[in-house]
């Protein structure tokens, strides 16, 4: 037992291992620089590798590119009355993924909108992952406030608002047939909003943006592209006239409880259009219902059978050509002519006319035989070089270049109707335009719905000569008789101012059934003072259903009362004063 005693002790006594200092020191640096090396490997890649895509994730959590409203451009009239402006107003968008959250709010917020919650709801949830969405644009003022009080009654997260432009029409339905509209996106629709939208159209902004986690504007970091406001558009309407012309026609349409209706004012010495209305009308500043029916402008798109209108220029063509003189006389009785197996009749027996007497009383038989004693081609060319059959170059969408056969496929009785106003067709427009030759000495202007310059030659475009000055004016002295107690059109006279016109009363074709039925177009076109003509006007009421259906009863009123009103406001001199005002002159004189 001792021997093993000391055994045990010798084994207790053994001296332990010295651990591996060094062996340590390289696993821990070894570790150290392999976590170093990693890091720094790391560093390396978010810095240089990643850079480009890190930055830009983070730039998208709070940097923004958004865009800047841009004024679409102001349409005035002649004056500079605005007819068509662009007010700011509020729409409201919305992040689908941050709405989602909260379906229990969409209700509110879609009554807020007088929108239908469930589809709201729906809409949302289809977009639920998108990051932006409108939800209704260019809301009213109380819809805005109500929409804020649901943000904050509800804690909303994921709506806001943005500024953009609507269009507004103070003139209403009295310029919506030329002026047109815009839709939701600003572009032009109809009328010279689409013609002239190239110019109006606004170009927006762009700008870069730190937004908070709201999606408010915190700070503008930089604009990159500044907005460009579309240019201004000045016509040469007059509001004061082309209120003053709709609420005749309107009110002529009305008593006569007729279809529809045009009208249409030029200035004589520029071949400005001043007034262009039609009847029924529609409000572009509402929900534009009724379709292209009451949208279209039917002064440039619409055609009708002139009637009696031609009648005068016939008379000029055959003045112009030496073949009869305003005293030649010319038998129309008994008030029927055969041309080929047709009659062509008078309302009455006129007998013997002269050629004053064929314009004063409208005679077709009268108008017929001056007609015959040229061939197809001086008809067709006076027809043509006053501007029928070819569109006026106005620069309005949808313009109608009417009909006017080429004489070459003329029959005789063609050829007899065509004097009296069958057989072609022309806009209200377009016998306007002939009517300003006329009234301008025998010279052609183009016509526009742009403001001329008439102090400035350079911008009045270049005239046409088609008649004589001699001509025209002998022609103008005849026309007077038409609005006198003799003429067919006394209900367009004017006190203290001499008239010219022509009325007619062109019946409708009724497809198969030809000229049957009692459907009419009454017409008046006319120019006044007509001594030195200012104003050309021609009024057509479409299919009048009362009682009265002539020209010059239905027509003709329309055009007094204008005409009286147009020339008060544009102060045009009396030149045919009644006795009394020479007398107050007088007196005042002495």
């Known amino acids: 037992m001792a021997n093993a005693r000391r055994r045990g002790r010798r084994v207790a006594e053994t001296p332990r291992a010295k651990p591996n200092l060094r062996l340590r020191r390289q696993l821990i640096v070894g570790g150290l620089s392999l976590a170093f090396a990693v890091l720094a490997g790391a560093v390396f890649f978010r810095q240089v590798i990643e850079t480009d895509f890190l930055q830009n994730e983070g730039q998208r959590r709070y940097l923004r590119d958004g865009e800047i409203a841009a004024r679409r451009g102001v349409i005035t009239d002649r004056n500079g009355e605005p007819l068509a402006v662009s007010t700011p107003v509020e729409t409201v968008w919305a992040e689908p993924r941050k709405l989602v959250a909260h379906l229990d709010a969409i209700a509110p917020l879609a009554a ?4 239908d919650a469930a589809g709201l709801r729906q809409k949302i949830q289809d977009n639920a992952e998108r990051g932006f969405m409108y939800i209704k644009r260019r809301v009213s003022f109380d819809e805005a406030r109500a929409v804020r009080e649901a943000i904050a009654e509800h804690g909303l997260q994921g709506v806001d608002f943005e500024t953009e432009y609507r269009r507004f029409y103070p003139g209403a339905e009295v310029f919506g047939h030329v002026i047109g509209f815009t839709n939701i996106e600003d572009r032009g629709q109809e009328g010279l909003e689409l013609e002239y939208d190239a110019q109006l159209e606004a170009v927006p902004g762009l700008h870069r943006v730190i937004r908070d986690g709201r999606q408010r504007i915190v700070q503008e970091v930089e604009q990159i592209r500044p907005p460009r406001p579309g240019k201004d558009l000045v016509l040469s309407l007059d509001r004061r006239l082309q209120f ?3 609420r005749e026609l309107m009110a002529a349409v009305k008593e006569h409880k007729a279809k529809g209706g045009t009208a249409v004012v030029l200035d004589v010495a520029t071949g400005e259009v001043l007034a262009m209305v039609n009847q029924p009308g529609y409000n572009p500043n509402g929900d534009r219902d009724g379709g292209s029916e009451r949208r279209r402008n039917r002064a440039v798109t619409d055609v009708m059978e002139p009637g009696s209108t031609v009648k005068p220029l016939v008379i000029a063509a ?4 030496g073949l009869v003189s305003p005293g030649t006389r010319i038998a129309t009785g008994p008030g029927v002519l055969r041309v080929g197996s047709n009659l062509v009749k008078d309302v009455h027996n006129y007998g013997t006319l002269d050629v004053t007497g064929v314009i004063t009383k409208s005679s077709n038989v009268g108008s017929v035989k001056i007609a015959q004693m040229m061939d197809y081609a001086g008809l067709w060319d006076i027809y043509r070089k006053v501007g029928f059959g070819q569109p006026t170059g106005i620069g309005f969408p949808g313009e109608t270049r ?13 050829h007899a ?3 009296f106003g069958y057989g072609l067709s022309v806009t209200a427009l377009q016998l306007a335009q002939a009517y300003g030759v006329l009234a301008a000495d025998g010279i052609k202007r183009p016509v526009t719905l742009l403001k001329r310059d008439s102090n400035d030659p350079s911008m009045l ?3 046409t000569r088609v008649l004589s000055v001699d001509t025209a004016r002998k022609v103008r002295a005849m026309m007077e008789t038409v609005v006198s107690d003799k003429g067919t059109a006394r209900r367009a006279e004017i006190p203290g101012y001499r008239v010219g016109g022509k009325t007619g009363t062109a019946k409708k074709a009724s497809g198969s059934r030809g000229y049957g039925g009692r459907r ?5 076109a006319g120019f006044v003072p007509a001594g030195n003509p200012r104003l050309v006007m021609v009024v057509m009421v479409d299919e009048p259903g009362g009682s009265s259906y002539y020209g010059g009863l239905v027509a003709a009123p329309v055009f007094q009362r204008v005409m009286e009103g147009a020339l008060r406001l544009l102060n045009v001199p009396p030149d045919d004063p009644p006795p009394s005002m020479l007398l107050v002159h007088r007196g005042g004189a002495s």
């Open 461 to 463: 475009p270049v005239a």
């Open 402 to 414: 009417g009909s006017l056969r080429h004489y070459s496929q003329w029959r005789p009785f063609e």
């Open 520 to 524: 009419y177009q009454s017409v008046f």
């Open 318 to 321: 055959a003045l112009e050509k």
């Open 112 to 115: 807020a909108l007088d929108l």
């Open 244 to 246: 003053l012309a709709y």
């Open 417 to 419: 109707t065509m004097a």
